[in-house]
Structures are given as C-alpha cells and as structure tokens.
C-alpha cells in the first residue's frame, strides 16, 4: 500500500511536471468585448447618450420587451430616440426604418440608427451607431 502511494505521488509529479512544458512563458494579449465597450463610451461626444446607454447595460434581450426587465432593439432604439433626442418613433424596426432619413455610411453620426436584416429581404433589427462597431460596421456585442 506504501509503494502505491509514493507511486501515485511520483505520478502526480511528473504529470505536473510534464504539463507545465507545455503552457505559455509570456503573457497572452486579448482584447476583450469590455474593453472595447469601455473605450467606445469613453469617446462618445454626447454625455446624455454615454448615461442613457450605461443605464441599459447589462439588462437581457427580451422581444417585445421595453423595460429594465428585458428590450429588444427596436424598443431600445425607440426608447433612445425619445429620450435623448425628443423624436417620436414607431414600435417596430421596418416601420422605424421608414420613419427616419435615410443616411449614407459615410456620413453616420453618434446615436444615428442603422437598420439591418438578419437574412431576409425585410427590416427586421436596428442598431445605434457608434453602438461599439468595429470599421466593418459589425457590432461588437448585442443587446
């Protein structure tokens, strides 16, 4: 019984041992959603907009939803639109997308919408911009 457990000790050694090898002897660089959330916010020009936004962080995707217990994006882009910029909009994201002027890419302003659709010839989701895109215009988290 002795034997095993210095045998399983010495086992449990090298094992350790061999696995270390292995690992990484420099720190690894990542950048994370949060970070480039935090980075995002802190270049947003309008205050209102950077404490409308950190007020509905964290709060889960619900459809329908329009309050602290879950929004979908056409909730939050209508909620945003009223309490930000004073501009009335309707409930879904088409009907949204046909009340609001339409702008090229190249001339997006901060808390401008952008409508998109996920696979279909329809509106069917909106996003604020800069909402922490990348250059490609893809958003860098969801709601």
Wanted: glycine share 6%; with cysteine.
């Amino acid at each position: 019984m002795k034997n095993f457990r210095i045998n399983c000790f010495i086992a449990a050694l090298l094992l350790l041992f061999l696995s270390s090898c292995g690992s990484r002897k420099y720190p690894v660089k990542t950048e994370n959603k949060a970070s480039k959330a935090a980075d995002a916010m802190a270049a947003l020009k309008s205050k209102d907009l950077y404490r409308f936004i950190t007020d509905w962080t964290g709060v889960k995707y619900r459809l329908g939803g329009l309050d602290k217990k879950g929004i979908d994006c056409s909730g939050f882009a209508l909620l945003l639109e009223k309490d930000i910029y004073g501009r009335s909009l309707p409930r879904r994201s088409k009907d949204q997308a046909e009340a609001i002027k339409k702008k090229s890419q190249n001339n997006l302003e901060e808390g401008d919408l952008i409508f998109f659709s996920f696979g279909g010839t329809e509106v069917d989701h909106v996003r604020f911009y800069p909402d922490f895109y990348d250059t490609n215009l893809r958003p860098l988290h969801r709601l």
